[in-house]
Nanobody, 121 residues
Framework: QVRLAESGGGSVQPGGSLTLSCTAS???????IGWFRQAPGKGREGLSC??????YYADSVKGRFTMSRDNAKNTVYLHMNSLKPDDTAVYYC?????????????????WGQGTQVTVSS
């Protein structure tokens, strides 16, 4: 059974940085983990995803957010820099048992519970 757990959310001032973690269990060799976020009153937005060999980013976060993985810890990270108030949202990690660069929610079968990120002065 695939399980995902996000951590690392919190409050940060504009211009600050934050790193989110997503620890996974139950995944086999070929899979993709993606990061999404959902702001109040908005749909869920795909931010980035990582396969065994590649990382992909949405234009909205390219250059500010970086995704990495530690296979030994079964954990992926989302390093967020130059945060803006518009980045305030609940952040989710998700997984699909295939390699994909697709950043749409329909492509992912497994979801974490989410972690709140608030950017405010």
């Amino acid at each position: 059974q695939v399980r995902l757990a996000e951590s690392g959310g919190g409050s940060v001032q504009p211009g600050g940085s934050l790193t989110l973690s997503c620890t996974a269990s139950g995944l086999s060799s070929d899979y993709t983990i993606g990061w999404f976020r959902q702001a109040p009153g908005k749909g869920r937005e795909g931010l980035s995803c990582i396969t065994s060999g590649n990382t992909y980013y949405a234009d909205s976060v390219k250059g500010r957010f970086t995704m990495s993985r530690d296979n030994a810890k079964n954990t992926v990270y989302l390093h967020m820099n130059s945060l803006k108030p518009d980045d305030t949202a609940v952040y989710y990690c998700a997984a699909t048992l295939t390699n994909t660069r697709y950043l749409k929610t329909v492509a992912y079968n497994y979801w974490g519970q989410g972690t709140q990120v608030t950017v405010s002065s």
